[in-house]
């Protein structure tokens, strides 16, 4: 595995995982509302507007 800092050509992939991983692993503990209020906030376009001010890793 090779760690690499994270491209803006990440987004889309890396918003589709987490909202995958969101879905899957919280819907246990939490409401479907609840699961798709924070993918809202975790868009291809937020993603990379934070990744301005957070540090976020990838592997290729």
């Given at each position: 595995m090779?760690?690499?800092?994270?491209k803006n050509e990440d987004s889309v992939e890396l918003a589709e995982v987490i909202a995958k991983t969101l879905r899957t692993t919280n819907s246990i503990?939490?409401?479907s509302e609840y699961i798709e209020n924070d993918i809202s906030f975790l868009?291809?376009?937020?993603?990379?507007?934070?990744?301005?001010?957070t540090k976020?890793?990838?592997n290729t």
């Open positions: 090779i760690i690499r800092k994270f503990d939490y409401s868009t291809a376009d937020k993603l990379i507007e934070r990744s301005n001010w976020n890793y990838g």
